[in-house]
Antibody, heavy 118, light 110 residues
């Protein structure tokens, strides 16, 4: 059974850093297109970042230069390092995967809430 | 990376059909057949319902169908059921390895 479990969310002050993790089971992270998508409270979905099967990465303009996506084959996890956090980064962060295409997300985690506030 | 435009809400009665539109530009929806639709119930993670404009993942009801014309994609749900009540989001490839979501549409089954 495919499972994605996010962790690492919490309260952080503006300008601070946080690292989200996504523990995967039932599939191999490195063989899938892995994405981060966020949802601000009461708002819509926003694509954040993707790591291709080949290891290339891409980012939304809103997080480029501040966030870094990476994967860790040793423990089959996906991470999102978030630096220089802003109040507008407050959201539930979902990790998602797809084995076939970067343009769809067949499986999602339950989400991890990040709150940026002083 | 501007969000795709969706109606804020649509509604229908059980058994009826509804259509949700998703309008982008020639840089995203109009240029790629890479539109997906996601269903999200309150407090839950999104679920993929349609990909590549009109394809359904295994297990998704054939009451759902997708299409595209120009810069606008559409999701049609026929034979509305109470359990279809949810938020629906479209997504499109936007070029340069970026993707964009729509603002979401709340479907109410009256």
């Amino acid at each position: 059974e495919v499972q994605l479990v996010e962790s690492g969310g919490g309260l952080v002050q503006p300008g601070g850093s946080l690292r989200l993790s996504c523990a995967a089971s039932g599939f191999t992270v490195s063989s899938n297109y892995m994405s981060w998508v966020r949802q601000a409270p009461g708002r819509g979905l926003e694509w954040v970042s993707l790591i291709y099967t080949g290891g290339s990465t891409s980012y939304a303009d809103s997080v480029k230069g501040r966030f870094t996506i990476s994967r860790h084959n040793s423990n089959n996890t996906l991470s999102l390092q978030m630096n220089s956090l802003r109040p507008e980064d407050t959201a539930v962060y979902y990790c998602a995967r797809d084995p076939i295409s970067p343009s769809r997300m067949i499986d999602w985690g339950q989400g991890s809430l990040v709150t940026v506030s002083s | 990376q501007s969000a795709l435009t969706q109606p804020a809400s649509v509604s229908g009665s059980p058994g009826q059909s509804i259509t949700i539109s998703c309008t982008g530009t020639s840089s995203d929806v109009g240029n790629y057949d890479l539109v997906s639709w996601y269903q999200q119930h309150p407090g839950k993670a999104p679920k993929l319902m349609i990909y590549e404009v009109s394809k359904r993942p295994s297990g998704v009801s054939d009451r759902l169908s997708g299409s595209k014309s120009g810069n606008t994609a559409s999701l049609t749900i026929s034979g509305l059921q109470v359990e279809d009540e949810a938020d629906y989001y479209c997504s499109s490839y936007a070029g340069s390895s970026t993707w964009v979501f729509g603002g979401g549409t709340k479907l109410t089954v009256l």
